[in-house]
Each structure stands twice: as structure tokens, then as C-alpha cells.
């Protein structure tokens, strides 16, 4: 266990070390940086560093990258604790202050990698409050998204933001279907998951779990308008719920066709499809995709 130990805090700090060979500019921060690798306290070396080291050596990048990464440290420690403090905006914001003080290609590559990893936090807060919300927090994870894609400007990296984006409004759809109630008749949240797929699609068409999801969702909106035909309907109520119902199975048919375009075959996609297909009273197409279902997946 202690060499293990060992290994990690030469990984850690051999960055630090050879920084320090090379340069004296930052004598003070150097030596904070030999005493923290002894205590482990980002805190302890925080103060330290607010206290002896001047203010021309704070404005060199190797110093305030070290700053940044204390800061980091600190929330890495303690993330419930930085909701009152905000030690994470204050790593990225003097990350971000660092990288502006021309560093050397060292100190360069040291900073964008912390801040990719706190700009991953940022994405991860998104990303809980998106599969747990409710209805009266519903905005919440907009909110922490908006914070996370002003974090990556304010810091110019280079991230997937878009893959990123339709990470989230996945989540964000499944949550919504989750929180769907049979007895929901303004349809609240499935339009929510309808509108959140075709935002991905909008990111890439051809993303086979929203296409198969968006087929999914208008079949079974259709599937509960008549599950919930009130039992004393008239018979026009009664042809206008049917009318809806199979509008709803049509707009799902093209989506789930085009998951036989570019998606792997599985037996969901087919079962999608088959259902729509009897829905619609395609029995042909029906019987066809069963006697597909039946060789290609034989044991299920």
C-alpha cells in the first residue's frame, strides 16, 4: 500500500519537479508545492500561498496554474462542501488566467487537463439532475447544462459540446418518460421526450436511439389514447379517438423504418416496427418482419 502510495505522488508532483529544475521565478510557490507534497492539504497550501508569495510572482502562469490546481484539489476533497464555497469556479476561472500569462508547453498541458477535468464535474452535475428532476424542478437541469457550455467558452477548450448536448437531452427524455402517468391526457411528458429526441436528431439524424425512441413514443401515445377511450364514449368520440390514435401510428412508422437504414438489426427494432406495422393494419408487412424476428432471433 505504501508503495503504491509512493508511485502516486511521484506521478502527481513529477510535473512540479521539473518545473522546478529549470526555474527559480517562482521560489516561494516552489516551496509550498515541496511542503504539500509532505501534508496532502490543499487548503494549508492555499493559505500559504496567500500569505507569503508576492504579487509579481502570482502573476507568472506556472503560479497561478498551481493556484488553479490547489483549488481544484480542494474541490476534488470536498464536492458537497463547494456549494457554499465555489472553489471549482475559482480553479477555472484562474486556470483560465494561467493559460492568458503565456505558459511554457509543461505548465500549458498541465492546465488544460485540469480544466477538462472540472468542466467534466460541470457536465456531470447536468447530466444527475437530468435523470433524477421533478416536475417542480424541472428547470434545474437547463440551468446546470447553461452553466457547464458558459464554463467551456469562458475557458475556450476543445469539447464535444454537441455530443455532450445529446447526451444530456437523452437523459433528460428518459427522465420524462419515466415521470409519464398513464392518466396524464395533456401528454405533458412524453412531448417533452417527442421534442427532446428530435433535438437530437437535429445533432445527428441518423441516431438510432432517438429514432427508435421517437417510433416507440408515438406508438404507445396512440396505444393509450385508446386504452383511455372513457367507457361511455359516443361513437364519434369514439371514430375522432381512433383517427388520433392511427395519426400517431403513421407519424411513428417512418422512425422506425429508419432505424433499418444505418442501425445494427436487434430484436427491439423489429418488435417496434411489427407493431406498428399491425396497428396500421399492414398485416403483410407484419407477418413478414415476424418471419425475420423468427430466423434471426430464434431463442428469443
Avoid at 447536468?126 to 458558459?150: D, G, I, T, V
Wanted: net charge negative.
Amino acid at each position: 500500500m505504501e508503495n503504491q502510495r509512493l508511485k502516486y505522488l511521484f506521478l502527481a508532483f513529477a510535473w512540479f519537479i521539473g518545473i522546478m529544475t529549470l526555474s527559480a521565478q517562482h521560489p516561494m510557490t516552489d516551496q509550498i508545492i515541496l511542503r504539500y507534497q509532505e501534508h496532502q492539504d490543499p487548503k494549508i497550501a492555499l493559505q500559504e500561498m496567500a500569505q507569503t508569495v508576492s504579487k509579481e510572482e502570482k502573476k507568472l502562469a506556472f503560479v497561478m496554474y498551481t493556484e488553479g490546481f490547489l483549488l481544484k484539489e480542494c474541490y476534488k476533497k470536498n464536492p458537497a462542501e463547494d456549494i457554499k464555497i465555489n472553489r471549482r469556479d475559482q480553479a477555472i476561472e484562474k486556470l483560465q488566467q494561467a493559460l492568458l500569462a503565456q505558459p511554457d508547453d509543461a505548465t500549458k498541458d498541465n492546465i488544460q487537463k485540469a480544466q477538462k477535468f472540472l468542466l467534466g464535474t460541470y457536465f456531470n452535475d447536468a447530466l444527475m439532475a437530468a435523470r433524477s428532476f421533478q416536475s417542480s424542478n424541472e428547470a434545474l437541469p437547463y440551468q446546470l447544462f447553461e452553466k457547464f457550455e458558459k464554463k467551456i467558452q469562458q475557458s475556450q477548450s476543445d469539447q464535444p459540446v454537441n455530443a455532450l448536448k445529446s447526451q444530456f437531452y437523452k437523459k433528460l427524455a428518459e427522465r420524462h418518460y419515466e415521470l409519464w402517468q398513464p392518466a396524464d391526457t395533456l401528454l405533458t411528458h412524453p412531448k417533452s421526450c417527442i421534442d427532446l429526441y428530435k433535438k437530437v436528431l437535429l445533432q445527428d439524424p441518423t441516431d438510432c436511439e432517438a429514432l427508435q425512441n421517437l417510433a416507440v413514443l408515438y406508438y404507445n401515445i396512440g396505444v393509450n389514447k385508446i386504452k383511455n377511450v372513457p367507457s361511455q364514449a359516443e361513437m364519434d368520440q369514439l371514430i375522432q379517438l381512433q383517427e388520433e390514435a392511427i395519426g400517431l401510428f403513421r407519424q411513428a412508422l417512418p422512425f422506425a423504418e429508419s432505424t433499418f437504414q444505418d442501425c445494427p438489426k436487434n430484436l427491439s427494432q423489429y418488435k417496434a416496427l411489427m407493431y406498428i406495422q399491425k396497428a396500421l393494419g399492414n398485416d403483410e408487412a407484419f407477418e413478414r418482419l415476424q418471419t425475420e424476428v423468427q430466423q434471426l432471433f430464434p431463442n428469443d
